[in-house]
Structure formats: C-alpha cells, structure tokens
C-alpha cells in the first residue's frame, strides 16, 4: 500500500505542514480534528494510504498549534482562522476543485470554506461534529470525552487516555499514534498556540461574531447543490450518536451514514470502509 509523504508549503507567510499520498485521480482534502496534539498525520493518517491508489490526498496541519505548522500564527477567531489558512494553503498549491472531508472541528472548517467557495468544492463529506451542530443551532454537551480532551495533562499516558476517548477500537490506538500526536502538542509553543486558538473559538461564538460562525441557513442551502455525505460512529463518546440524529433533520439533502464500531474518529477506527465511502461519493452523480 502507497506510503505517505511529508510535506511543507509557505502559504500567505505561514509554515504550513502537510501530510500527502497517492499521485494522480481526484483531489482530497482532509481536515483534522481539534485537541491537543492534533494533526493531518494523526487524525487522517489511516485514511490516507487506503486512498492513495485512486487519488491524490492531502491532509493539512492546521494553524492554532496543530500538527508541525507553525505555532506562532495568530488565530483570532478559531475556526474560522482554519479556514482563512485552508484558503492560502490551497491557493499556494494551486489546488482548484477537490473533495473536501473533515472531522468533528474540521468538518466546521470544510463545510465554512465550502460556503465561501462552493465553485471550488466538488463534493463534501463531514465526520462526527459537534461543532457543525452547534452551529445548526444544537447545544454541545460536555460528555465524559470532552472533558477528557480539555483536560489533557500533556503527559504521554494523558495523550493515550484522551485517545481512547476518541477512538473506540484500542488496537488502533498504536505506540505510534500516541508518540506522535504527544510529541506534536509538547514542541514548543504548541500549548500557547491551543490556549489562543481555543479563546479565538470562544469569540467567534460570541454576541458580536455569531453570525460568521453560524450555518442554520448556509448550510442546507449549500447541500442542496453540493453532494453531502455525513458519517457518523455509533460508540461516538464525543458527539453522541443522539446529536447526529439532532443534526441529520436540519439537513435533509445531506446523506447519512452511522458506522458500527467506530467512536468520534471514524477515519481511524475504519479507515477502509470511509475509503469506500469517499470512493463512492467520488463516483455518483
């Protein structure tokens, strides 16, 4: 199976790293979740080599201390300081119509680019996101898991139980997986950069910034013309399974999928079947 490949690019001045793999066929853009350590390797890695035969895949580490990018850009506004990154980074790489996938803050970052640049987005696929229902207008709740992911101690036994908060089967939660993504969220700055970034999201779901974070009417306007796919793990600790349910009947035109044995990272826990499900999506009118 195709190896991945590490990768810089210096987009609108910032040090952006990416994880790539396949060489020809449609383009992927995959977006990482939130939390500490996070990165395109670490959330998206299992994915990526299961796509590589039929396309090319790109998975992007994203500002906000995130990954190997670089930690000392300013994320006023969380997410939606993603987004502008994911913006520059796919002007830099010259990169005009692709697939784009995100999971749990990342599908926030895809489906608000997608908004924006609904020419350039040729179809969409969301995993498990209490972030976009919150911005469908359903509360977040602070389950058992979400508090394991804001209380991480950055140690490495910390990084495992937060892993096991977001990844239900523990044979995927590999010496590597855990190495790698503590090794990310200990380099230096990162802590700092999370703590911003985390601030940054708190105001752009303020009174005054709102409205750029809402989607209540963006959203299932936009998946009336661009083809949706929502997957969702149904041992999701995260954003339970309830939530998704919430969230599928605002979005009519979306097509929904709950994948058993899989918890909020449904790319890690069954990368082969999101792989078909991509391929699937890829393929229909």
């Known amino acids: 199976m195709s190896s991945t490949r590490s990768r810089y690019v210096i987009a609108n001045g910032i040090r952006t ?3 790539e793999a396949g060489e020809g066929g449609p383009v992927v853009v995959c977006l990482h979740g939130g939390g ?50 994911l913006e520059a980074v796919l002007d830099t790489l010259m990169i005009d ?12 970052v895809a489906a608000k680019y997608a908004i ?18 919150a911005a469908m207008g359903i509360p977040e709740e602070f389950t058992p898991a979400f508090k394991a992911l804001a209380n991480y101690d950055y140690t490495r036994d910390g990084m495992k139980k937060m892993l096991e908060a977001l990844v239900h089967n523990p044979k995927q939660i590999t010496d590597k997986l855990i190495e790698g993504r503590y090794e990310s969220s200990v380099r230096p ?9 985390v ?22 306007e936009l998946t009336k013309h661009i083809q ?19 969230l599928e009947a605002l979005l ?22 999101l792989a078909q499900i991509i391929t699937e999506l890829a393929k229909s009118g």
């Open 17 to 19: 790293h990416y994880t």
């Open 36 to 85: 500490a350590g996070s990165s395109g390797d670490a959330g998206m890695g299992g994915l990526l080599p299961e796509l590589a035969p039929n396309f090319r895949v790109l998975a992007i580490d994203g500002v906000g201390g995130f990954g190997l990018t670089d930690p000392t850009v300013p994320t006023p506004y969380g997410v939606q300081s993603r987004v502008d990154h």
């Open 97 to 108: 119509k692709f697939i784009i996938c995100g999971n749990s803050q990342g599908a926030w």
């Open 116 to 133: 924006l640049h609904p020419d350039r987005v040729q179809k969409m696929l969301i995993i498990g996101s209490a972030t976009v229902a």
């Open 189 to 197: 700055g990162a802590k700092e950069a999370l703590a911003a970034f």
């Open 199 to 220: 601030a940054g999201h708190r105001y752009l779901q303020s009174d005054v910034m709102r409205s750029n974070f809402d989607m209540r009417v963006s959203l299932p």
């Open 228 to 246: 949706t796919v929502s997957v969702w793990g149904q041992e999701d600790q995260m954003a339970p399974p309830h939530v998704g349910k919430k």
């Open 252 to 273: 009519p035109d979306v097509k929904w999928e709950y994948v058993a044995g899989a918890g909020h990272q449904v790319q890690t826990d069954h990368p082969e079947r």
